[in-house]
C-alpha cells in the first residue's frame, strides 16, 4: 500500500487550522487555560499535548471506521441515539457560539491592532468564509495548508526571541498566585476536551471523505504533535508579558515589542488562523444542517453567520472567557466517553 504523506500533512493542517482560532491565535485562550499559572501552566500544556495526539487521531480513525458523514452520526455511535441527540443539540449551540467568538476575534483583531472598524473585520471573515465554502473540502484544505505551516513558523521565532532573554528562566518557574489555582489541574482535560469536542464537526466528516486509516491516523499525530509546538511557544512568550490577562490579543502586543519588523505580517497570520477556524466550524454546522432539512449550502451559511454575528456584538474578551470554559466542561462527557470507547483499526 501507498502512504500518502501529503495528505496526511494536509489531515494535519485542518486539524490545526480548526483548533487554532481566534482564542488560540491572539493568545487569549492559551492565557486563560494555561499561561496564567506559570509553570504549572506549561506541566498542563505537557498534558493537553499528548491528549490531542493520541485521542484526536482515535477519533478520526474511528470516524472513518463506522463511516460517519457529520458529528450527529458519531455522537449517536458513542452515546447511542436518544443520549447522542441531545449532545448534537448541545454541540450545535457550542459551535455557532465559538463561531461567534471567531467573529469578534476577528473584529478585535481590527479594532485593537489595525484601528479599523469591528465590523469590517466581521464581514470581510464572511465574505471570505461564503468564497471558501462554496469550493468545499478542497478550499478547506487549500486555506489551511497555506496559513497553519506560517503560524508554526512565527511561534518558533517568538519562542526563538523570548528564550534568548535575560530573565526567561525566572519568568518561565514563576507560579503566580491565582484563587482559581485548581483550574490548572483540570486545564488539560477541559481544554483538550473543548477543542476535540467541537473540532469533531469537522474532523469527523474529513476523516470519513480520506478513509485510509494510515493516512488518517498519521495526520492526527502530526497534528496533534503540531498543536502542542505551538502551545509551548506561545506559553514561552507569553509568559514574558507582565499582565498578560489585560490584553485581547496577547501574541500581538509581544512582537510588536520584541519584533515590530514582523508585526503587520504577524496580524495578518492571527487573522488568517481566525479565518481558517471560522470557516472548519461553519462547515461543520453546514454538514449538519444538511442531515435535518435538505437546503442549498449558501443558505444554510447565511442563517449559521447571521446567528453567529448576532452572539458576536458581544465583547471577544467576555465571549471567550465565559464561553470557552463552559463548553470545556460539557464537552468533558464526550472526551471520557471517546477516550473509554474501544477502537480496533480494519486490517488493509
Same mark, same amino acid.
Given at each position: 500500500m501507498k502512504?500518502?504523506?501529503?495528505?496526511?500533512?494536509?489531515?494535519?493542517?485542518?486539524?490545526?487550522?480548526?483548533?487554532?482560532?481566534?482564542? &488560540?491565535?491572539?493568545?487569549?485562550?492559551?492565557?486563560?487555560?494555561f499561561s496564567r499559572f506559570g509553570f504549572f501552566g506549561f506541566i498542563s500544556i505537557l498534558m493537553s499535548g499528548y491528549l490531542f495526539v493520541s485521542i484526536g487521531s482515535k477519533m478520526m480513525r474511528m470516524a472513518a471506521q463506522?463511516?460517519?458523514?457529520?458529528?450527529?452520526?458519531?455522537?449517536?455511535? +458513542?452515546?447511542?441515539?436518544?443520549?447522542?441527540?441531545?449532545?448534537?443539540?448541545?454541540?450545535?449551540?457550542?459551535?455557532?457560539g465559538v463561531s461567534a467568538v471567531m467573529l469578534?476575534?476577528?473584529?478585535?483583531?481590527?479594532?485593537?491592532?489595525?484601528?479599523l472598524p469591528k465590523n469590517l473585520g466581521v464581514f470581510l471573515t464572511i465574505f471570505l468564509s461564503y468564497l471558501v465554502m462554496l469550493v468545499g473540502t478542497k478550499g478547506l484544505f487549500a486555506v489551511n495548508t497555506f496559513v497553519v505551516p506560517l503560524m508554526i513558523t512565527?511561534?518558533?521565532?517568538?519562542? &526563538? +526571541?523570548?528564550?534568548?532573554m535575560p530573565n526567561f528562566l525566572d519568568r518561565?518557574?514563576?507560579?503566580?498566585?491565582?484563587?482559581?489555582?485548581?483550574?490548572s489541574v483540570i486545564a488539560p482535560f477541559s481544554y483538550?476536551?473543548?477543542?476535540?469536542?467541537?473540532?469533531?464537526?469537522?474532523?469527523?466528516?474529513?476523516?470519513?471523505?480520506?478513509?485510509?486509516?494510515?493516512?488518517?491516523?498519521?495526520?492526527?499525530?502530526?497534528?496533534? +504533535?503540531?498543536?502542542?509546538?505551538?502551545l509551548i511557544g506561545s506559553h514561552f512568550t507569553l509568559v514574558m508579558l507582565p499582565n498578560l490577562e489585560l490584553y485581547d490579543i496577547p501574541m500581538a502586543i509581544i512582537m510588536k515589542n520584541v519584533a515590530p519588523f514582523l508585526y503587520w505580517i504577524f496580524v495578518l497570520v492571527i487573522f488568517g488562523e481566525i479565518f481558517t477556524s471560522v470557516i472548519g466550524n461553519v462547515f461543520g454546522l453546514d454538514r449538519q444542517l444538511q442531515q435535518y432539512i435538505r437546503i442549498p449550502t449558501l443558505v444554510s451559511v447565511t442563517i449559521i453567520f447571521a446567528v453567529s454575528y448576532l452572539i458576536s456584538l458581544v465583547n471577544y474578551s467576555t465571549l471567550?472567557?465565559? +464561553?470557552?470554559?463552559?463548553?470545556?466542561?460539557?464537552?468533558?462527557?464526550f472526551f471520557i466517553l471517546l477516550w473509554m470507547k474501544p477502537f480496533t483499526p480494519t486490517k488493509q
Open positions: 502512504r500518502n504523506w501529503t495528505q496526511a500533512f494536509q489531515i494535519a493542517a485542518v486539524y490545526v487550522g480548526t483548533v487554532v482560532g481566534a482564542g &488560540f491565535a491572539t493568545g487569549k485562550e492559551i492565557v486563560e487555560f463506522i463511516e460517519a458523514k457529520s458529528y450527529q452520526e458519531f455522537n449517536e455511535h +458513542l452515546f447511542g441515539k436518544w443520549a447522542g441527540s441531545i449532545i448534537n443539540f448541545f454541540m450545535l449551540f457550542m459551535l455557532l469578534a476575534g476577528a473584529g478585535a483583531v481590527f479594532e485593537e491592532q489595525l484601528g512565527f511561534s518558533l521565532i517568538l519562542m &526563538f +526571541l523570548s528564550l534568548r518561565f518557574l514563576f507560579i503566580p498566585h491565582a484563587t482559581d489555582g485548581w483550574k483538550a476536551a473543548l477543542n476535540l469536542g467541537l473540532a469533531q464537526a469537522v474532523l469527523v466528516p474529513v476523516a470519513t471523505e480520506v478513509k485510509d486509516d494510515w493516512t488518517i491516523k498519521w495526520g492526527g499525530i502530526l497534528g496533534g +504533535l503540531a498543536l502542542t509546538l505551538i471567550l472567557s465565559y +464561553l470557552y470554559p463552559l463548553f470545556g466542561y460539557i464537552c468533558m462527557t
